[in-house]
């Protein structure tokens, strides 16, 4: 398994430009490359002090029509199919500033955002791609409106959402996404909707004053007086129509036959983009909205900030990148001091091992009789000999090099460590290596829980 993985940001700036579908202001965003780790950030450049607001779940203030975020009394609506289109595009880090309250609104869908990313393209950083994987199911539910989002252990992001419409235009509809790569085609273009019996009290409510017929999909499925459609077409602005005949109202036709609930499923991946970090795992959402995705996203921060480190996922069925036998081809140990077992994934950077600890150790003969505990300098030791395999691994004749500590910082202790324990160590390298010299951040886990962890630096030294 290659663990190898890069965040990306833009690789230049795009600007789109379109009414406000709240507002009906003339607005401009513009997507810009961002620094690693930094995530999604919108900045308010029409305001004083030009303030940032991260785009994470907790700044979510209002869920109503779209998603709204808000710092102090700033914020910024509709902002979920430009989100989207970063998320499903593998974006992790982008600076986006907007001249006003809202996104523009465009055509109602995402195309124009992945047109762009597409043009303008993409660019590795440093920094490893930190994906969040599940590896439990997690529900989140609204007894009221019937609303559930569930999430189960995958090897992928994928989405199945289910919606049932209160209409016999559209009943029950369902829609999935299998492999994030099909956003582009499947999910990105499909608009959003609304029915006609919503748009008077959304326009009280002052809000979809730059909704038209070009930039949404628009249903009429029960009929009213002529007098009260003509007056609903003179508030949005569009050509009075037949009260008599029902059905869909949009300049262009509809591209799939849900694609109401395919948009549906483009606003939970822009709401899943709150969470900050991209996400391996299923998605089944059953009539979904705003602010059941909201809830979710939320709930998802907090089982990230409980598992803030997540362990290596480790198959004992899967065959080893490096056993024994290579293992001490590279390294000089031997017993009792050989502490990695085997080696289960290798990047550039990065490296997975694995150590089965047993009572047969002889350290426990002295570490302690009565109470067998593995020597946190052991463990330490361990994880050294994974980074020194990372490291000889890319040098021709390897038995020729060892490598040596230079400086242990930061080390940490957190559970003991006992027979019948299997132990993974997972090894960073945190800069290149250079003049013979690495710094390495490792962890070892037992089970899901990070036992213990440590900075070290090593000297590769070749042998005499």
Known sequence: MDITMKQKTLKGSFSLCGKGLHTGLSLTVTFNPAPENSGYVIQRIDVEGMPIIEAIAENVIDTQRGTVLGKGDVRVSTVEHGLAALYAMGIDNCLIQVNG????ILDG???????????IGTEEQNAPKDWYIIRKKIEVKDEQTGSSITILPDEEFSLTTMCSFNSKFINSQFATLEHINDFVK?????R????????????KANLIKGGDLDNAIVMYEKQISQEQLDKLADMIHVEHRDATELGYIQH?????????TRHKLLDIIGDMALIGKPIKGRIIATRPGHSINNKFA????KEIRKHDIQAPIYDPNQEPLMDVNRIRELLPHRYPMQLV???IALGATSIVGVKNVTSNEPFFQGHFPQEPVMPGVLQIEAMAQCGGLLVLNTLEEPERWSTYFMRIDNVKFRQKVVPGDTLLFKVDLLAPVRHGISSMKGYVFVGDHVVSEATFTAQIVKNK
């Not at 309250?101 to 523009?104: A, G, N, Q, T, V």
């Not at 939320?298 to 921060?301: E, G, H, K, N």
């Open 341 to 343: 077992d085997k080696v």
């Open 298 to 301: 939320r709930q998802m921060r």
């Open 186 to 190: 499947e999910i990105a273009p499909a």
């Open 192 to 203: 959003t909707f609304v029915f006609v019996r919503d748009i008077e009290p959304l326009l």
């Open 101 to 104: 309250p809202e996104f523009p």
């Open 109 to 119: 869908s995402a195309v124009q955002y992945v047109n762009k990313i597409n043009e």
């Open 252 to 260: 262009k036709p509809l591209v799939w036959e849900n694609e109401c």
